[in-house]
């Protein structure tokens, strides 16, 4: 197939995207040239493909019945004719079978669906390996239980640093998910970039790789009957287009030059396959894109759908623009923000108005009589080296009794973002900063985040500040909020507090330090800085003894050429002391402020909540490690945490087996999202499941987060600065619903930067090896954990040279035998056993197209161990959300 689909699934010819097989002959197969055949007039009229919606009225009323279920629809990015709604029960998902049931409504949208009759329901066989069936998850981990939230602090100062590391990145300091690094990241994308390999697979077998082929994992892990039945449903009604209707992807001529259509349409190919194919007039596209569409053959565009008739398998779309050649990071990049509807356009001179003029601007004397001035204290901060936008500092200084006085003191953005301006209002559209491998796309002006709100050394900054009084075990004896001016004393990077950690005896020399304020000293500030980790220690081993927990994952960072800006190498992330000194405090201030709006607005505080696992595939877990004999204890959120802890030695292989049960225990988590205290009936609704607390919310990042801007105005009403907000819990809870659906979009967009990057590392410094971790076993494929970057792969057996494999079940447990093809006609040919938790070594090794990269085994006896976790890093699940 020589078209440039990269990221592709490859399907035959002409079957519109997410169609499937069973869908019935409406054209399915045809090519839009065959547009006659799918749209045979009966009596003058066309028939229809798709259903006519529900009116609202008939909606409404069944939602409230029960007849109709809501939810929001997940497309498998494997199988395109398989989507899902979750089970409002927490149960087995609810499945939607082809394009035709989905009813035109795309990944992501909130749309209401009717049960079909239980004859209809999809049957799952107790043999089939099919883990499709819990619903493709992309990586839905809550960012706290993963610390994707240490992906938000991207790269701060990428301008000017030679050959960059991203490690700014990594400042999330207040995870909370539970998820501090987790190297879902890359899991969407990577899934995304691996799809071809499977196809080709199948075309260079001849057969078919069958349906039910899947992963172990929720493959045989359940006890079931003769057979199971997973309720299905069809798409009645659209109650929310989330998708952006925005697509990337490439333009062809229709099949059919002698059709009608072959005159006014061009067919629109998208690169994310769970989007249909689009017809375009011709009148868009390029002038000469008729005489020579070669020419276009490997150029990215950008169309949106503007109509989806009843009558056609194919979206009717406007070509926006031609963003360049596929493959390239800036063209690629762009493709993404707009799939993803992120606003990166430049703001407006009337939002930019909002900003004081006069620079560069003082602090009013007002102010000084407003707020508690601690400009005379040591109070530094502690980020990436690469960051710009400051958004936290500490301070520390001992008090009688031999204890602390600390303090969290955050930017005071609420200050210079007036209620109903025009930069309130884009700020709160935008509702978060985006956060790429090579640049961010900020929530704010430059001017904001970098200079006026940024807690920049040896200047006056307006603040917002938590303080205690802290025993040296970290339990508070007392508890202070309110609106402050700081003068923070120093910058410090992660680097600069990890080396005073580790050699607490150690005098630093001056010169590797940064510029200290000349009101402190530098062992001032080391001494403060040993304090809080001291504090930081008790506050965290407090946490998990209460019940926290935290999945440490794996999480990529690259090293970028300067001038090019392509990836020149990339590591695991390695999470330090010095990242879990400023994520302790950070939970801490995060939860105070929680349970003060709280206590004083029950009703209208915005508060941050983390549901439990999915039930469903938390027993198909519980039940996979009965059977690895893994003694783990899924019964809270703690016990998972303390069998994390416990159950894995500490030599290599040991680590790897944590490393994929980690990435298996955060499957069925759930996402965490903002939500209005008002809405919501009943304590337990309002509980964070990794963190294990009553409250929490987000306070600590309001230079990059807007409801971290709430939240401080909220706070502000609590102290008596401010009248409450105007805003009933009806209508903070759609801020909240929109701050969750920009926070998860952003979130796919830093996913698919990273693998972008990562597949472009593979094609210009490939091919890579990696000892590889096996965590699933299907009949003619396997999946890995590479461990040397933390991607998940699915390696197939008909890409390697085998003589033959075979696949078993040895009691419950799948198995792969391989038979490798000797090199040498004499030789026997060697045998190799593949099953779960198997170490193997594997070679990712870029295609032909730009974007497309594979994992191959390589054979037995040249895996050599690697040492890939001397570069490894944890993370943590709280920290994640920030």
Known sequence: MSHPDYRLNLRPLGT????????????????????KSKSKTIRGKKKSIFETYLCKEDVSEGLKRGTLIQGILRINPKKFHEAFIPSPDGDRDIFIDGVVARNRALNGDLVVVNLLPEEQWKVIKPESNDKETEGAYESDLPEELCGSHLLQQSLKGYNDSPDVIIEAQFDDSDSEDGHGNAQNALVDGVKKLSVCVHEKGKEDAGAPVTEDENTFMSQDTRALPEKSLQRSAKVVYILEKKHSRAATGFLKLLADK????????????????????????????????????????????????????????????????????????????????????????????????????????????????????????????????????????????????????????????????????????VAAERATSVYLVQKVVPML??????????????????????????????????????????????KLSYEHAQSMIEGPTRKIPEKELPPVSPEHTSEEVRQAVLNLHGIAKELRQQRFADGALRLDQLKLVFTLDHETGLPQGCHIYEYRDSNKLVEEFMLLANMAVARKIYCTFPERALLRRHPPPQTKMLNDLVEFCDQMRLPMDFSSAGALHKSLMETFGDDKYSRAQKEVLTNMCSRPMQMASYFCSGVLQGQAQLRHYALNVPLYTHFTSPIRRFADVLVHRLLAATLGYRELPDVEPDALQKQADHCNDRRMASKRVQELSTSLFFAILVKESGPLESEAMVMGVLS??????????????????????????????????????????PEDAEQEPAQQVVSIFSLVGVVLRAEAAALKYSAVLKPPGTEGLLDWQDAQGGGDLEEDQD
């Open 258 to 425: 002698n059709s009608e259509l072959f005159r006014k349409y061009a067919l629109f190919s998208p690169s994310d396959h769970r989007v249909p194919r689009i017809y375009v007039p011709l009148k868009d596209c390029p002038q000469d894109f008729v005489t020579r569409p070669k020419d276009y053959a490997n150029t990215l565009f950008i169309c949106r759908i503007v109509d989806w008739k009843e009558d056609s398998n194919f979206a009717l779309g406007q070509l926006a623009k031609s963003l360049g050649q596929a493959g390239e990071i800036e063209p690629e990049t762009e493709g993404i923000l707009t799939e993803y509807g992120v606003d990166f356009s430049d703001f407006s001179s009337e939002v930019l108005e909002c900003l004081p003029q006069g620079l560069p601007w003082t602090i009013p004397p007002e102010e000084f009589s407003k707020r508690r001035d601690l400009r005379k204290d040591c109070v530094f901060t502690i980020d990436p080296s690469t960051a710009r936008d400051l958004d936290d500092a500490l301070s520390c200084k001992p008090v009688a009794d031999g204890n602390f006085e600390v303090g969290v003191h955050i930017a005071d953005v609420s200050y210079f973002v007036p209620e109903g301006s025009s930069l309130d209002k």
């Open 445 to 490: 002006p430059r001017l904001l985040c970098e200079e006026l709100c940024s807690l920049n050394p040896m200047t006056d900054k307006l603040t917002f500040s938590v303080i205690w009084t802290l025993t040296p075990k970290g339990k508070i004896l007392s508890e202070w909020f309110g609106q402050t001016i700081i003068r923070s004393c120093t």
């Open 16 to 35: 519109p995207r997410g169609t499937s097989s069973l869908a019935g002959p409406r054209g399915v197969g045809a090519s839009p040239g065959d547009k």
């Open 780 to 821: 003619q494929a396997f999946d890995v954990l590479v461990l040397r970057y933390g991607v998940q792969k699915r390696v197939y057996c008909n890409a390697l040279p085998l003589r033959s494999y075979r696949f078993q079940k040895v009691g419950k447990k799948p198995e792969l035998t391989l038979v490798w093809e």
